[in-house]
């Protein structure tokens, strides 16, 4: 079973950035990022192809993401830059799912355990 690691979290102040990272223990295809706030649903964040070539983002978030896989690794990173405090949460990673299905959740084979954004104002 492959197995997907995050790292990279951490207590931040707001206006600061963090870079998560996620490593595969084995061949993947399609990663993202999702997250869950206290008394909240997770949510799509963002995701890149098996290629590293294709990235969608969540619309409210676009323009303080950026999501990078070099060509066919079994890595991942999201940078958020500026934090905020309402991007405090526990960001997950998922793995493996047809493209077109990216934004659902419930459609990823793969996920890590999590990891805590703390962000301070």
């Known amino acids: 079973q492959v197995q997907l690691v995050e790292s990279g979290g951490g207590s931040v102040q707001a206006g600061g950035s963090v870079r998560l990272s996620c490593v595969a223990s084995?061949?993947?295809?399609?990663m993202a990022w999702f997250r869950q706030a206290p008394g909240k649903e997770r949510e799509f964040v963002a995701a890149?192809?098996?290629?590293?070539?294709?990235?969608d983002y969540v619309d409210s978030l676009k323009d303080r993401l950026t999501i990078s896989r070099v060509d066919f690794t079994k890595q991942t990173s999201l940078q958020i830059d500026p934090l905020k405090p309402e991007d405090t949460a526990i960001y997950y990673c998922?793995?493996?799912?047809?493209?077109?299905?990216?934004?659902?959740?419930?459609?990823?084979?793969?996920w890590g355990q999590g990891i805590q954004v703390t962000v301070s104002s």
């Open positions: 998922a793995a493996n799912v047809n493209w077109g299905e990216r934004r659902s959740a419930a459609r990823y084979d793969l």
């Open positions: 084995g061949t993947v295809g399609a």
């Open positions: 890149v192809d098996w290629r590293g070539r294709t990235s």
